[in-house]
């Protein structure tokens, strides 16, 4: 089981950017796709983006389209998200994840079998 620790959370106003740090223990890190998910209080558990274990596939929920970005070393074992021109609706706890070798539904936390403990955004109006 892989060990996964995310980092960079914080308070920031609207219009401002954070940058979130995954870093997975392991020595497979490189063969799975990763991504990171979020849970704002009351809500469900929503997908914000994925990238393959090779790093050329992205996929955005259309929420943070042309805001969000994601990459990943896989030298590093490390899934970066940079978040840009952050809204008040972006404030939720952020998760980072690895996806289940045989995942079918990318979008579905259903398919991701290890998960960090969380970083809190919150972004004020």
């Known amino acids: 089981q892989v060990q996964l620790v995310e980092s960079g959370g914080g308070l920031v106003q609207a219009g401002g950017s954070l940058r979130l740090s995954c870093v997975a223990s392991?020595?497979?890190?490189?063969?799975?796709?990763m991504g990171w998910f979020r849970q704002a209080p009351g809500k469900e558990r929503e997908f914000v983006v994925a990238?393959?274990?090779?790093?050329?596939?992205?996929y955005y929920a259309d929420s943070v389209k042309g805001r969000f970005t994601i990459s990943r070393d896989n030298a590093k074992n490390t899934v970066i998200l940079q978040m840009n021109s952050l809204k008040p609706e972006d404030t939720a706890v952020y998760y980072c994840a690895r996806a289940a070798a045989a995942y079918t539904v990318i979008i579905s936390a259903a398919s991701y079998d290890s998960w960090g403990q969380g970083t809190q955004v919150t972004v004020s109006s």
């Open positions: 990238i393959s274990w090779h790093g050329s596939n992205t």
């Open positions: 392991g020595r497979t890190f490189s063969s799975y796709t």
